[in-house]
């Protein structure tokens, strides 16, 4: 239901923007999140947006990431500028329906040093 896009390599201090489109209009009354998973660590929390447009960040992104939402296009943003070598992970859209977790299938994002 989910489909993730936009990682990459990217040198330190650049921008990227991942995108998550789902398959059917499911961003409008729901929270989406955004998750990442570095290598060794717990997958975790980066940030939120909920069905009325209020936002949510992890304290190590905050001012850097911006999430938003395109409701026409089903599609989930986060802009992410001033990248950091530990902002490299995959980077994961989720939602929670009906208590059931669904997940896109991950976008790698490279930060070089």
């Known amino acids: 239901q989910l489909q993730a896009s936009g990682g990459g390599l990217v040198q330190d201090g650049g921008s990227l923007r991942l995108s998550c489109v789902a398959s059917?209009?499911?961003?409008?009354?729901?929270?989406i999140n955004w998750y990442r998973q570095s290598p060794g660590k717990l997958r975790e929390l980066v940030a939120s947006?909920?069905?009325?447009?209020?936002?949510h960040y992890a304290d190590a992104v905050k001012g850097r990431f911006t999430i938003s939402r395109d409701k026409s296009k089903n599609t989930v943003y986060l802009q992410m500028n001033s990248l950091k070598s530990e902002d490299t992970a995959v980077y994961y859209c989720?939602?929670?329906?009906?208590?059931?977790?669904?997940w896109g299938q991950g976008t790698l994002v490279t930060v070089s040093s």
């Open positions: 059917e209009n499911i961003f409008s009354r729901n929270i």
């Open positions: 989720n939602v929670l329906i009906r208590l059931i977790n669904y």
């Open positions: 947006i909920g069905s009325g447009g209020s936002t």
